[in-house]
């Protein structure tokens, strides 16, 4: 008696009396023989029923769901009232061939400076090849996509091959690709370098070396979503459709990249296949779940990779490793032939080493599928006209929202400070304005997540998790899907009441600012002593043990996840960009979140935080330079 919640209807909640109560998960931080015990447990018809009710009862899932009438109807997947056209953009128009598209892009770049790449002054600060510098290179016969004459007679292919072959042979494994035939890559870059030979090559995306993660349908590779088993109930005929479009432009595919097991973790941890490492410090995570993808960006191998973003899988890794991911809106582009295109809050998006890389990526990906077309009324897509004379005008004319509190969340200022400290030079560079915003009911959104996220995983997998397969899935997928199994109809279905209570909220704070900037992740917290001191870990450590059996950490996961649930449950656009390091030298990521189909304004946004106020990039401890092979 008395659990019973009412909440007022959304348009009647008074944000001014909102109170920031910042979270605590609370759950067992496990790994090793309790890791197995607890599991063993979990997964015990009624015993494992007590646990995870208790672990929800701990986290408030009842009071807030079950318990709570909540009066908006369900939205089973994201709705977006129409929007206002974005300024000093370029229309692309969806239907066009890929190559077609990046190479209406390109023309909206600023203007390449050769001269100032290939100056072979060795004491500037360290910068990451751009996909213009390779295609400069191949075009200027200093390279190929397959052999490089000019420097030192050797085989580009070869130097990339060489590199990830000593990945996969290291000791513990930490494979950056765990599907990869090094003859399918000489033959697609020798196709390349025929192109270029012959003046004909299909873009500026022609020899360019790109990753799929690993839930991404790229033929002739398997498809195992890092699993031990999922090649063998799934066969892969075709490309997915993103991976076809890269490949219509040109773009070597690699492999297939490492990830967290089914993308249900946020660290990369993966026990069946070894767990990718951090470029700046081998000893911690990269982030989950497109490790692999980030990873193999951030060592220099690849310009660029396509990962999936369901809860953060984009732009946490691309946060800890110093690298940029862009989640695009809902439905703008095609799941088609993905582990998880049937769900309502991942994506397909694109990791690269700068903005402009990760625009040309995005350009040649892009484009709805026919049946959200048809129930989503995509805008036209559109990039920034970069060579536009009101491009910068655009910048300055940015209304940025910034809940302080919300903002400041984190277990050390590093985080903050640095993130603060762009929204400062981008007033005083290009007069942004920041404009303080309140975010109501983010545990509620948090649950919603979970919840949504879950049970759409536990529908696609319990056939094969009843058929045998579910015993040879990790120790840490198999924690996960005894909490989603714990999940009711009635928890489901309160949980899109709260998706389209949520986005009336976000709809509202939109109509007040353009973008909402946020950190990327929150800092990951480490007990040092008996007296529960903390110092900050942006790129979590890997404990030893949870290399062999992985680790349950939900207090770690939901510090990573902290700011990036809103795009994923409501469908918004969202990128991450680097912008400095802390006190260890880790990456530090700030995250521009933007109203339904606009991803022009965050990647415009994300450009002048990348030119004007990031701090100078750091080589990372694990970097390869494929081109000139230094």
């Known amino acids: 008696m008395g659990n019973k919640r009412v909440m007022l209807p959304a348009s009647e909640v008074d944000l001014t009396a909102v109170k920031y109560i910042p979270e605590n998960i609370q759950a067992p931080h496990l790994t090793g023989f309790w890791f197995k015990f607890f599991l063993n447990l979990a997964e015990v018809p009624g015993i494992g029923s007590l646990i995870m009710n208790r672990l929800k009862n701990d986290n408030k899932f009842d009071e807030k769901l079950k318990y709570t009438v909540i009066p908006e109807s369900p939205m089973f997947k994201p709705e977006f ?54 295609a400069y290179a191949y075009r200027s016969k200093f390279t190929t996509p397959l052999m490089a004459r000019h420097f030192y007679g050797c085989l580009v292919a070869e130097r990339f091959i060489s590199a990830i072959e000593e990945f996969n042979n290291k000791n513990p494994a930490a494979p950056l690709l765990i599907s990869f035939d090094p003859d399918e890559v000489r033959k697609q870059a020798a196709a390349s370098t025929q ?27 398997p498809s195992k979503g890092a699993t031990a088993w999922m090649h063998e109930v799934r066969e892969v005929k075709k490309d997915a459709v993103s991976v076809s479009r890269l490949r219509s432009c040109g773009a070597i595919l690699v492999g297939k990249a490492n990830m967290h097991e089914l993308g249900l973790g946020t660290t990369g941890n993966n026990a069946n296949y070894g767990t990718t490492r951090n470029p700046h410090d081998p000893d911690r995570y990269t982030g989950g779940s497109s490790s692999g993808p980030a990873a193999i960006v951030a060592s220099g191998l690849c310009s660029a990779a396509l990962g999936t973003d369901g809860g953060g899988s984009i732009r946490i890794p691309s946060s800890l490793c110093g690298v940029v991911g862009l989640k695009s809106t809902y439905g703008r582009t095609d799941m088609t032939g993905s582990l998880c295109d049937d769900g309502t809050v991942a994506i397909i998006g694109p990791i690269a080493t700068t903005v402009e890389d990760t625009i040309l990526v995005y350009a040649a990906i892009l484009g709805s599928s026919p049946a959200d077309r048809i129930s989503l009324r995509p805008s036209l897509p559109c990039v920034p ?10 910048v300055e004319s940015l209304r940025l929202g910034k809940y302080t509190e919300w903002f400041n969340d984190v277990f050390s200022t590093d985080i903050s400070d640095k993130c603060g400290n762009v929204l400062s030079r981008l007033s005083e560079k290009h007069g942004c304005k920041t404009v303080e915003i309140v975010i109501p009911e983010l545990h509620e959104m948090r649950l919603a997540h979970v919840v949504s996220i879950g049970s759409e995983a536990l529908c696609t997998l319990n056939p ?8 040879r899935l990790t120790y840490d997928t198999r924690t996960n899907l005894a909490l989603f199994r714990s999940f009711t109809a009635t928890d489901y279905v309160a949980a899109q009441r709260l998706r389209r209570r949520l986005m009336y909220f976000h709809m509202e704070i939109f109509k007040r600012v353009d973008i909402i900037v946020t950190p990327t992740t929150g800092n990951v917290p480490k007990l040092i002593s008996a007296t529960s001191v903390f110092f900050s870990m942006t790129a979590p450590i890997i404990p030893p043990g949870a290399l062999k059996v992985g680790e349950t950490n939900l207090q770690v ?27 260890q ?28 106020c990031a701090e100078p990039k750091k080589k990372p401890l694990q970097y390869y330079d494929i081109l000139k092979g230094n």
């Open 464 to 471: 094969d998790c009843y058929d045998g397969k579910g015993e």
């Open 585 to 612: 030298g880790l990456p530090i990521g700030i995250q521009l979140i933007g109203r339904p189909w606009c991803e022009a304004s965050i990647l415009r946004l994300a450009a002048a935080i990348e030119e004007t």
């Open 81 to 134: 009232p129409p929007q206002e056209p974005e300024p000093a953009v370029v229309n692309i128009e969806e239907d066009a061939k890929p190559e077609d598209r990046v190479e209406l892009t390109l023309k909206c770049l600023p203007e390449y400076d050769p001269a100032s790449n290939w100056s072979g002054d060795t004491t500037a600060s360290f910068r990451y090849w751009k996909i213009r510098d390779y």
């Open 557 to 583: 996961t939901g510090n990573l996840m902290r700011f990036i649930i809103t795009a994923n449950l409501l469908g918004l656009p969202a990128v991450t960009v680097p912008v400095g390091y802390d006190k």
């Open 385 to 394: 006209n970069f060579s536009s004379q009101v491009s910068l005008p655009s």
């Open 195 to 221: 192109r270029f030979e012959q003046g004909n090559p299909l873009s500026i995306l022609d020899g360019i070396f790109m990753a799929i993660k690993d839930d991404i349908d790229c033929y002739s590779h």
